[in-house]
């Protein structure tokens, strides 16, 4: 390789040339334009800035950051979002939930379908289980 050749790839690399395109202008292989560069300069190609996105909560009004290539947020925290969920449950998207009456008290309760819950708390449980006359309270 001679002084030219390499200037040349000095100059190509900085201006963010990839390894593969100095490789197939001047003749090399891939791997030997890497070798070269990694041995002789640790300068980083010219590369494009991306902009940074930025977002607003949807709970507090806050401003965040976005990570550029990451999915979008709604919120600036995970406290946040919690808070903001937990506030309009009316919009989850909950079509599983099936009304059972508790065997103990005779209470209707709302749970999953899969569960197939017979009492409303542990409370119920506890007093069918030991046969106690008392009224749960939840």
Known sequence: MTNSQKERIRHMRLDGESYAAIAD??????????SFCLRNFRTEPNIKPVPALTGTCGQCGKGFTL??????RRFCSDQCR?????????LLKCNT????????????????????????SHACYIAHRYN???ECHE
Request: proline share 2%; hydrophobic share 25%; glycine share 6%.
């Open 132 to 134: 106690k006359e008392r």
């Open 82 to 90: 919690m808070v903001w969920w937990n506030s309009h449950r009316d």
């Open 97 to 120: 939930k099936v009304e059972y009456t508790c065997i103990s008290c005779g209470k209707h309760f709302m749970s999953y379908a899969r569960q197939r819950r017979k009492f409303c």
């Open 67 to 72: 990570c550029p290539g990451h999915r979008q």
């Open 25 to 34: 202008t001047l003749g090399f292989s891939r791997n030997t334009v890497k």
